[in-house]
Structures are given as C-alpha cells and as structure tokens.
C-alpha cells in the first residue's frame, strides 16, 4: 500500500449517522426558531464541528443559540444512536484488511470523544480502534475546513502528511485533508462527486475503497 496512515472521517464514513443527526439537527434549529430543513443541514454543517452551528446562526441572525444548546443536541442524538445507529455497510471488512496487510489507521472527526465512542459502541467498533487512535476537532484549536486536526493525527501517529491518505465524506473535510497536504478520498454515498471538488479519487461503496489505496 503507498500510504504509511489511513485516517478516517467518522460520521457518514464509519457510522451511518449523518441522517439521523442532521435530521435532529435540523428539527432542533426550527424549533428555535431557525427554521432549517434536511436538506439545509447537510449542506451547512455535515462534516463540521458544533462551534460551525453556533457561528453561522450568529451571523445570519445575530442571536446566540441557548447555552445549553450543545448538551441538548448531542442528548438527542445519542438517545437516537441507541435506537437507529447501525456502521456503514462494508467498514468491518475495510478495517479488516488493514489490519491483514499491517497499514495503521485512526478516525479523525468534528464530533466529540464522547459522540465518537458513543457511536463505535453502539455499532461494536470500539473493537477496532484504540483510544489513541481517535482525534476529535476537541483536540484542536479550529475544526474542519482547517487542517489542524488531520496535521494532529498525523503527528500523533508518528506519520508525515504526504504519507497519509484521508477518507471522507464532505466537502469540509475534503477541503481539511487537501490543506493539510494529504490525498483524500471521497466517499459519495451520501454526496454527489461533484461536491467533493478537489478530492483525490471516489467511491460510492467501502469495498472499492482498498482499490483505491494500493
């Protein structure tokens, strides 16, 4: 394989959570009073940290979300992991392999230590990743689009960027991966290649993605 760390996005990547927090999301803003479909919070905020939400309610309403904005949402969307979260079709096998041929990998995500372990246990892939192999953008100072947390990662991990390969499924985070100076790859299950400009090469399905590695 030519890359020395596989660094994973972890929501629409390894969980399947992006409809059911975007959904809550969205249904969280309009009963605010922001009224936000779907279709608005994938295109806003798939990918982001919360602080995005925050920021961009601030500047195009000028009021502050409630203070406890961020516990009640990630209360809701934990309640709704339990019930619904399910892993990508295809990552057991992904992991797998990497593990087969001795290739590290990590998930570098915008969600919280606390929202990524929640969602693993859930769908049983804590087996899959040590603690220290998880980085959160609560690792560091600015989440997606920057690159601090893949430069993070990659520097926690022992790996230089150009060796790095990235897999992600957002613009923010493809936009991350190619200012941190890594290849990237973007996973269009959710959205079309077209979004992911600038993107390394696609794939609609995890079983192509190893394909793509080698």
Do not use: C
């Given at each position: 394989m030519r890359y020395d760390l596989i660094i994973f996005d972890n929501d629409g990547v390894l969980?399947?959570?992006?409809?059911?927090?975007?959904?809550?999301?969205?249904?969280?803003?309009?009963e605010l009073g922001h009224p936000t479909s779907y279709d608005d919070s994938l295109r806003?905020?798939?990918?982001?940290?919360?602080?995005?939400?925050?920021?961009l309610v601030l500047e195009r309403t000028g009021r502050q979300l409630p203070e406890n904005f961020d516990e009640?949402?990630?209360?809701?969307?934990?309640?709704?992991f339990e019930r619904e979260l399910t892993p990508v079709a295809g990552v057991a096998e992904v992991l797998g392999k990497l593990v087969a041929d001795g290739v590290p990998y990590c998930v570098a995500s915008s969600g919280?230590?606390?929202?990524?372990?929640?969602?693993?246990?859930?769908?049983?892939?804590d087996e899959w990743f040590e603690d220290s192999?998880?980085?959160?953008?609560?690792?560091?100072?600015?989440?997606?689009?920057?690159?601090d947390l893949f430069l993070y990662a990659?520097?926690?991990?022992?790996v230089p960027a150009d060796r790095c390969a990235v897999v992600?499924?957002?613009?923010?985070?493809?936009?991350?991966?190619?200012?941190?100076?890594?290849?990237?790859?973007g996973f269009t299950a959710m959205t079309p290649a077209e979004r992911l400009t600038g993107a390394t090469g696609f794939f609609s399905d995890l079983g192509e993605l190893r394909g793509l590695l080698v």
């Open positions: 969980v399947d959570s992006e409809p059911i927090s975007n959904n809550i999301l969205a249904g969280y803003l309009t806003d905020y798939m990918g982001a940290a919360v602080h995005r939400v925050h920021d009640t949402l990630h209360a809701r969307i934990f309640a709704a919280t230590h606390e929202r990524i372990r929640v969602g693993q246990m859930v769908t049983g892939l192999w998880i980085f959160s953008a609560q690792d560091v100072g600015r989440g997606k689009p920057a690159p990659a520097e926690q991990m022992g992600e499924d957002s613009p923010l985070g493809v936009a991350a991966a190619k200012a941190a100076g890594m290849d990237v790859y």
